[in-house]
């Protein structure tokens, strides 16, 4: 039986395996600071455990409720909000006249490509929250 397990700031995929009497934890994956479950650790544990047969869907469903996000008090919500701010704070030191003056130009082209990424992100979300308003808010304008 695979589950999501935190040790410390890290999430890990483990596999709990039974040999005699005993039951050994077998580590999967380490899932990092936040519990998820991409493509990439997909095919990472598929191949260095080829026998172990999971199921997938349900391990990312455990992984998207492992989050408490209706908590204002709870460690997610607190990163994701120091994370929001930090990321604010940073790009609002970046301005166009650095781009333009770049030692590598494919430097600003990446730097240009995540910020089209990240407001496109941002859009989604807002989307998405604006649909909900009534659940994220009270207020009856949209969320800009």
Not at 14 to 43: D, S
Not at 61 to 79: G, I, M, R, T
Not at 80 to 99: H, I, K
Request: aromatic share 4%; proline share 5%.
């Amino acid at each position: 039986m695979a589950f999501v397990r935190r040790k410390g700031n890290s999430f890990y995929l483990v596999h709990n395996v039974r040999r005699g009497e005993k039951v050994q934890q077998l580590h999967l994956a380490r899932l990092g600071q936040r519990a998820r479950i991409t493509e990439e650790v997909v095919k990472e544990v598929s191949k260095k455990h080829p026998f172990v047969e999971l199921n997938w869907r349900a391990l990312r469903e455990q992984c998207n409720h492992s989050a408490d996000l209706a908590d204002p008090h709870s460690p997610a919500v607190q990163k994701l909000v120091s994370s929001l701010r930090t990321l604010n704070l940073e790009l609002a030191d970046v301005l166009p006249p650095l781009l333009r003056i770049s030692e590598s130009p494919v430097v600003a082209r990446e730097l240009l490509v995540q910020l089209r990424l990240l407001q496109s992100t941002i859009q989604v979300k807002l989307e998405q929250f604006d649909r909900g308003r009534g659940r994220y808010g009270n207020h009856p304008g949209r969320v800009r």
